[in-house]
């Protein structure tokens, strides 16, 4: 055995520990490994860099950006709601509707990838149908696998073997050619794990699922999406907010947000007014969409808190989270938030209205009340208790300390 040879084998084994520990990344190993190869001369640079002239090493990288913009996107908000409808109640139901998800996904997008994109939505079918997650998460991995078959993109190795027969000569798959044996393989591997193989599959429950007040928190967080619509942020030491009063921070005007609350010390203050001081060490519940937010990352005026203090802020004995259904026949029902004037006359603050599957969070203001709407409301304690004796209310209920526990759980 040379030296070369040892020392590549070395390089080898070192990755892979590294990747099986997961002690780095793996785009971050790769890295290291083509880096070593390169320093050491065990290639020459120009044998280092040839594979980002590969085109499939290319595809594949347009991939996982294809993937992250599909997430990043609100995609998966989309899939989840649809799957939902498809998968019904019966567990053989539910499988082909995953499976065939994830292969129709994994056609034109990474296999990883869809599987982060189907995961949060699986695992909500899993807590609502009350079904061991590995019944459905296990043929979700399946269909990933076998949709990828579908395509030449649908998978790096369909690539590999293309371009391979381009470097020798001959004409290379087109993008469907894989799709008159992938497409049969999808449908009839569904159709078995859905009726054969499912049989197969564990059906322990996790603890954490049995537990039905977890259930009802995570079902609760899934239904309002309130982790996209509430951000938590502390007023830092040399900010140029520092005793400027809320109506003078341009918080709302500049980004669309909105204070809810205000943590000073010990002291909570729901609702602040516009003459209310910001100091220092302040930390402030704020109200808006993910878009505005990104402003606030290259503003240094203020910093995120932590998850404990989000905790803290959002449990304080004066401002609570309510859900409560607009009745039959209700005043509300035809008028839109700003024509009913809502904060004003009741003094509590719109998060998401949730009609029928569709949950809506933008652009309120706008949006007509109907009945059988499920307002999910932000307001003190003692306000959001008097609701339940207005008659344009009906099924008016506090969220619980449990739920708000797993809202805040991120």
Not at 86 to 91: D, I, K, V
Not at 171 to 184: H, K, N, R, Y
Not at 224 to 230: A, F, I, K, N
């Amino acid at each position: 055995m040379t030296v070369e040879i040892a020392a590549v084998l070395t390089i080898l084994a070192v990755a892979l520990v590294l990747f099986i520990t997961e002690k780095l990344r793996m785009d971050v190993v790769a890295l290291l490994v083509l880096g070593v190869l390169a320093i050491s001369e065990l290639v020459t640079l120009e044998e280092a860099l040839a594979g980002f002239s590969n085109p499939a090493v290319v595809t594949v990288w347009a991939m996982f950006i294809l993937s992250a913009g599909l997430s990043a996107t609100g995609v998966a908000d989309v899939i989840g709601r649809q799957v939902l409808k498809l998968a019904g109640n019966t567990e053989p139901r539910m499988i082909l509707a995953i499976m065939l998800t994830a292969g129709g996904l994994s056609a034109f997008m990474n296999n990883i990838g869809v599987a982060a994109l189907m995961l949060p939505v699986v695992m909500d079918i899993a807590r609502k149908t009350r079904t061991s997650p590995s019944r459905l998460l296990m043929p979700m991995a399946y269909g990933s696998l076998l949709g990828g078959l579908t395509t030449l993109i649908g998978t790096p190795p369909n690539l590999v073997a293309s371009n391979a027969l381009k470097h020798a000569g001959y004409e290379g798959f087109s993008l469907f050619a894989f799709s008159p044996i992938g497409v049969p393989a999808l449908i009839l591997g569904s159709l078995f794990v859905a009726f054969i193989g499912r049989h197969l599959l564990p059906s322990k429950m996790p603890e954490g699922m049995a537990d039905s007040r977890a259930e009802a928190g995570k079902a609760f967080r899934f239904a309002h999406g309130l982790q996209d619509r509430r951000f938590f942020l502390r007023v830092t030491e040399d900010s140029p907010l520092e005793g400027v009063a809320l109506k003078d921070a341009g918080l709302g005007p500049m980004l669309g947000l909105q204070v809810v609350a205000v943590a000073r010390g010990a002291e909570t203050f729901s609702h602040p007014g516009g003459s209310f001081a910001l100091r220092a060490g302040d930390r402030l519940e704020v109200q808006g969409r993910v878009g505005e937010f990104e402003d606030f990352l290259n503003w240094q005026a203020l910093e995120i808190a932590s998850g404990g203090e989000i905790l803290q802020l959002l449990s304080s004995k004066h401002a609570g989270l309510a859900t409560a259904r607009v009745s039959a026949g209700s005043r509300l029902a035809g008028l839109t938030v700003r024509k009913a004037d809502f904060n004003r006359r009741y003094g509590v603050h719109i998060l998401t209205i949730r009609r029928g599957g569709e949950v809506l969070r933008d652009h309120l203001a706008d949006v007509e009340f109907a009945e059988g709407d499920v307002l999910l409301l932000n307001g003190r304690r003692e306000i959001l208790e008097r609701l339940k004796e207005d008659e344009a209310f009906t099924d008016v209920t506090a969220v619980s300390g449990e739920e708000l526990g797993n809202v805040c759980a991120e």
